[in-house]
């Protein structure tokens, strides 16, 4: 059984004495106190040495990423040859690829890491064709290297150049407030019309550089600062000022101020645009999709593309507001909804009632941006301009209040009819009120009920005659009840006409004497019924 050790100098394979000894790990450094404790234990069997730093460094790295290097392979074969005996590994990458590339059965688990430990504790004396000088020498060198290496080869080596430019051009913006409103209560004192009519910052500086005490506004040209109309109105409010007489040193003191703001003003108009192209050339598509203000704070505040790539997107989403996030988790109320995504345009075009929607869907698509910047081996921005023109399209929907389907789900139709009032306002029509429609439908819903007629004899008792449909089906018996009606529609007009009298009150003449209607007696015939 044979062990690789890396070593800074070379390849070391020592040969496995005692096997029973990787089986007492708690015990093992007390087996290695001393070097002849510990070469009794193993024992040098083969060193392969580097030729030089560079070769050093690959070999280095090469274990680092667990791959098999030519050398590692030429020396293993050279070694081991056709034996098969087991090869005790420390990094489990390392011990699966000389497993698949030189088919040899590798070992690695706790036991060897502890076995690894105590021979790194005795490599000096267990390695006597190296001089301690010689090693120690090589131990720095390699050091150096391998840190120069990680630092060339890093992915976070321009990641660091946008957060130390977004936090200078932050820097910046607070020493520019602080700057301008120093010089305007400065000015303020001589002049303090002049902050009121002109409200631009940098206009103001410009113009408190030029004038200098308000009694040169007169013959001062201002035209290239500010428009025809406002430099009326400073001129005009010069000449009736109320502000205090200062001195020529206080005047060059305040011109002073003013030109470390235009400096670092202009400063700044600088800064942004480097890290505008920085932001396009790393994070393309986060940059279309964010900004480029946005997007820098994010990795800035991630610490690095990488990282803020593995970011999910509800941590992408609530980014920068880590302070309320904890506060409402420790109070148990409502958590924030967004963080540094409010600023971005996306978010801040939106309403507020769909400001948590928006930020949700922006963090979502800023989320594979991020990752498709950081891991893609293209740099094109394709994916934020299809990604932003469909955001746009949805908060266009949302804005609108449209039913067409807002995601792939069926669940996420909106209906926005609870939230809109209509338009529409119904009246209750007046036509239905009538009961004619009543006795119509009753009519309708029994055709077949047989109706019914009242007739009146000489007795004067009202008689109740059914008209049976001829048409349709005859019933049982129907002949016999068909010549009864006969028989009494004869015997109705064989009686005759119904003699109907009438009394008449008298009625009193102009004489005096009453006057007595004649009774009419009149014959009514009936009609026999149908």
Known sequence: MLVLFETPAGYAFFKLLDKKAIEKTDNLYKDFATPEQASKIVKLKHFESFANTAEALEATTAVLEGKVTKKLRKVLKKVLGDATDELLVSDAKLGGAIKEKLNLSCVTNTAVSELMRCIRSQTDALLAETEKKDLSAMK????????????????????????????????????????????????????????????????????????????????TDLSDILPDDIEEQVKAAAEISMGTEIADDDIVNIQNLCDQVIEISSYR???????????????????????????????????????LAKHPAST?????????????????????????????????????????????????????????????????????????????????????????????????????EKYHGKSEVKQYPSAADSTMGKRKLIEDITPDAPKKKKIKTESGEEVEIKQEEEEGEQRPGGEESAKKKKKKKKSLSEEGAIDASVEVEPVQEEGGSPKKKKKKNKKIKEEPTE
């Open 140 to 219: 720095l060198g390699l050091a150096h290297s391998l840190s120069r290496y990680k630092l060339k080869f890093s992915a976070d080596k321009v990641d660091t150049m946008i957060v130390q430019a977004i936090c200078l051009l932050d820097e910046l913006d607070k020493e520019l407030n602080n700057y301008i409103m120093r010089c305007r209560e400065w000015y303020g004192w001589h002049f303090p019309e002049l902050g009121k009519i002109i409200t631009d910052n940098l206009a103001f500086v410009k113009v408190v550089k030029l004038i200098g005490t308000r009694e040169n506004v007169k013959n």
């Open 269 to 307: 108009t600088e800064l942004y645009e480097y890290l505008k192209a920085r932001m396009m050339a790393i994070a393309p598509n986060l940059t279309v999709l964010m900004g480029e203000l946005i997007g820098a704070r994010l990795i800035s505040q991630a610490g690095s593309l990488i990282n």
């Open 316 to 416: 992408v989403q609530i980014l920068g507001a880590e302070k309320a996030l904890f506060r409402a988790l420790k109070t148990k109320k409502d958590t924030p909804k967004y963080g540094l995504i409010y600023h971005s345009q996306i978010v801040a075009q939106s309403s507020a009632k769909n400001k948590g929607k928006a930020s949700r869907m922006l963090a979502a698509k800023a989320a594979l941006a991020s990752r498709v910047d950081a891991l893609g081996e293209g740099t094109s921005m394709d994916l934020g301009t299809e990604h932003r023109a469909k955001l746009e399209t949805r908060l266009r929907l949302l804005e609108e209040g449209n039913l067409r389907r807002i995601s792939g789900t069926a669940k996420a139709k909106a209906k926005f």
